[in-house]
């Protein structure tokens, strides 16, 4: 029997207020994972958790096999610069101003060394697959709100980090255009990349290999099969005569 792969991303007992209460996330190398939740359920203070932005009042967050809280500062700067790539939620502020959707693509590629030619090369490789190519010399105030999202979560798709955290990717594009990130997403796990997205759309939700519900502060996987004897359990005693 093949043993199943390592947890690239995995979130224990955590609780951190308002929102967090004993969660519990496991994400592995290939997996596209989806986490649904209506807007304050605490989607993007998860993501925060899980990409040491934040740190748990009580529970551990492992990345990559280490454990964030035992990490110095300038040990887990360089884990998160190696390992994960984030969409995050606002795009207003995640692209710089004074460089066009193309440059802002090939920014990430080369400052993980890619040479400057090849980084812009992959830059308008995903915006062709995007189909948005007309876009790569426009300055971010040139491009329409949602068109700007589209180029944020470009930037994390041209990276090859093994974890891409998504906060919400593909709130308010058009449907054309948000199934074609999605699609693009679901390339990236089969390429063997992880991906952790966060959505209040269950139409979005569905492209993942795995949905998971965000209800009163925990993780809970509605596919997963009942234990054995689960309903049994719950079911409450007979009163004793």
Known sequence: MTAAPTALL?????????????ADLTVRAGEFVSVLAPPGAGKSQLLALATGQATPLRGRVRLGGADLATLGHRRLAELLRTTVTRVPQHADTALHPSLTAAENIALRPTLDGVPAAEARRMALSVLLELELADLADLLPRELSPFHRRA?????????????????????????????????????????????????????????????????????????????AGAAERSTPPANVA
Do not use: F, N
């Open 151 to 227: 180029v944020t979560t470009a930037r994390a798709l041209v990276s090859d980090r093994p974890l891409i955290v998504a906060d919400d990717p593909v709130a308010g594009l058009e449907p054309v255009l948000a199934d074609t990130v999605l699609a693009l997403l679901r390339t990236r796990a089969a390429r063997g990349q992880a991906v952790l997205m966060t959505t209040r759309d269950p139409a979005h939700a569905v492209w993942a290999d795995r949905v998971l519900l965000l209800q009163d502060g925990a993780l809970t996987d509605p596919a997963a099969p009942v234990p």
């Open 10 to 22: 995995a979130i224990r007992g955590v609780i951190h207020a308002p929102t967090l209460d004993g």
